[in-house]
């Protein structure tokens, strides 16, 4: 049994790793474009912030750590074509630009997401990077050195998240935005103002605004939108991702309008014996019902794994995502699992909406804050879409409870009997789940 | 319609509350003992270690708010006999001692707890208190004022609060606790061992010491146990609560051997049109499927808002306790639902455990710590049972995504993909009771 597996980051280092342990004898080969392997990400805010100095901390395991459970991986390799009928990759050796082929039985296709760039004037001046991979990150704190006009481009998770890091670095950070709101895709407005405000307090936060270029000689000066122009040292792009679809679009492979690839529940493609999983492939969702683009580390891993099972001869399902995600950014966090309010209507599910603006815990013990929690239900039979909760401390562990609910397919009002703790540090008699589940028209 | 509620605590005024709202025509009549309503006794720790000065923040309601809303309390009035055939009620004014009969359609008994005292010598000294009422409270903090040496008799829930208090008062506070660990009745070894080791960096814990008495003249002056003799300025006896049954032991009702009344799901008693709730009755547990003393705030308020609606006309089913609570003691969150491993023998359940130990959040943003996880499932059904969750910052709230679960019967192989947030200031990309649901045999 010979795997090979196309990227080396969460879901190709996850299924390698189960792959190995369902059959030890199966030969296994990863091939990974870059010289960096089983790499988090999420840890590129936090690597910037100087949370922590050393750049490895975000990598979980080595090529030297794979070796040794049997499975090689050959950095600096770009696959750079894929023959389903011979069953057979033609790799590049990007060091020597030396090219072969190699055979499988099995091919999983895990070659992740790359960033989306806008189309905009002067995007190649220096200092403007994109923050997806370690270089990114190494690049953008050697640049931040001697700089302290900062413009970031984009305000999802990333966005946000690198927007305080730098603000708490002593930067001059905008943030610009070009929905009216931060988060679009993840929140409902009555969750994406608690953050604004709070934004607000900490940093220049423009909404509705369109960055149409970039001005400077070699190096940026100034970022350019529809509305001003702004000084800049430094500028990061972060507008969101694709999936990384260079080496299966010339395959008849089935993938969503973005190119993220549709997959079955064994994370089978439709081209037999490929396979494919993490940040270029949709998901599953179990509550749409339908295939969704959802690039979280979360569902890479999972279906990873599955994936990982199923390559050495396993029959695992992977049982869907709720998209559960959440952040800290400022003095506020917040979760979200399921269906926002947008996507209920976009899935044509008729639905209802509560929303509770309550505390995190007892009046008497310190750290008390507001949290404010809105879900979405069937209209009809009542069962939970999806909810959103934000504030402070204590708000996002509660999405948990809110992605376990949806899970079981409860209904809104199972919430209001539901057997939460209630302890002064971390709660109140009534929970602000129970509320919502009692009040809940 | 005529209610009658005895006990104008948690599920007394829930009770009365939700039953003006169904019916605003019912005349409601409380008769409290004492003059405090609506105390929630969970603060006294909180009051006592200082965390706030005035007693009334642990009032969420008083005999005001109360009548605004055509609800009669009367306090200081003690309901001394109960005639279920004439539906009167006896009722004598404390402050007068003169008593009268009233009328009632429904009744709702909800008159509490009261701490166990165990048979000690000297018990009448001057400042060994209990720790139950708005007085205990006030009359601790006025004896600490000048004293230092204390003793608390009792590892629960109580009692392990009340330590953290006097020991961040720089009191000089021993821990005496007659079984060989602390929480026995709510969370297995695995998890109180995380707990003493944390007590015993911050006071002096005993275990497996039993207290047979005090010395003094007027005031306590010394704890005699099995063991040693201590010196003592002021002891807190927190050895459990038990129904408060001074006024139904006479009438023919049904309760468990400790006095607690057995209620159905609507919150009748067998006795016809008397009802019960808080912390004097059983609550249907949801996992053992039998009625167990769980005598919690949560539980307390649910049924009696159940109740509060079925007086007046309503037909709710309170639809079950699992027992989930928590506690924060120095540096350690622990909270547990369902059965511990303990609880399942005693249910005969056949099980399972499987025990986790793993980190609350990524290692590289500060705060990191250990957390560890215990969870019981059925041997055969591999439906969860219970769980433990105890650690530092984000083990506690883990606890309702567990309850969740339990409550909608979950096996614990579903816990592997379920769809946890990743969030690095939150947890990792699998969340510790991911782990627990794919490594469980």
Known sequence: MKIIIIGAQAAG????????????NATICIYEKSDIVSFGACGLPYFIGNHFGDENEMISRTPEQFAKDGIEIKTLH?????????????????????????????????VGAIPIIPPLENRQLENIFTLRDMYDGLAIKKALNQNTNVVVIGAG??????????????????????????????????????IEENLKQHCDLHLQEQVQGFEGEQKVTHVITDKAKYP????????????????????????LSNGAIVVDNYGQTNIADIYAAGDCVALHHRVSQSMTYIPLATGANKLGKIVGDNLAGGNNQFP????????????????????????????????????????????????????????????????????????????????????????ANMKIDELAMMDFLYAPPFSRPWDILNIAGGIAK
């Open 78 to 110: 770009e696959v750079i074509a894929i023959d389903p009928n011979l069953k057979k990759v033609t790799v590049k050796d990007i060091k020597n630009n030396n090219c072969f082929d190699d055979d499988y039985d099995k091919l999983l296709i895990a």
């Open 232 to 255: 800049a040292d430094i500028v990061i792009i972060a507008t969101g991702v694709k999936p990384n679809s260079e080496v299966y679009k010339h395959l008849n492979i089935e993938t």
């Open 320 to 407: 869907g995502t709720l998209g559960t995600s959440a952040l800290r950014v400022f003095d506020i966090e917040a979760g979200r699992t399921g269906l926002t309010e947008q996507q209920a209507i976009k899935a044509g599910i008729p639905y209802k909406t509560v929303v509770v603006k309550d505390k995190n815990h007892s009046n008497y013990v310190e750290g008390q804050t507001s949290v404010t929690a809105k879900l979405i239900y069937h209209a009809e039979t009542r069962i939970l879409l999806g909810g959103q909760i934000a504030g402070g401390s204590g708000a996002v562990l509660r999405t948990n409870s809110l992605a376990t609910a949806i899970w």
């Open 157 to 194: 998770y990333i966005g946000l998240e690198i927007t305080e890091s730098l603000v708490k670095l002593n930067k001059n950070v905008k943030l610009i935005q070009l929905d009216d709101r931060v988060l679009t895709d993840a929140f409902d407005p009555e969750l994406t103002e608690i």
């Open 13 to 24: 280092a996850s299924a390698a790793a189960k792959a190995k342990r369902r059959d030890p």
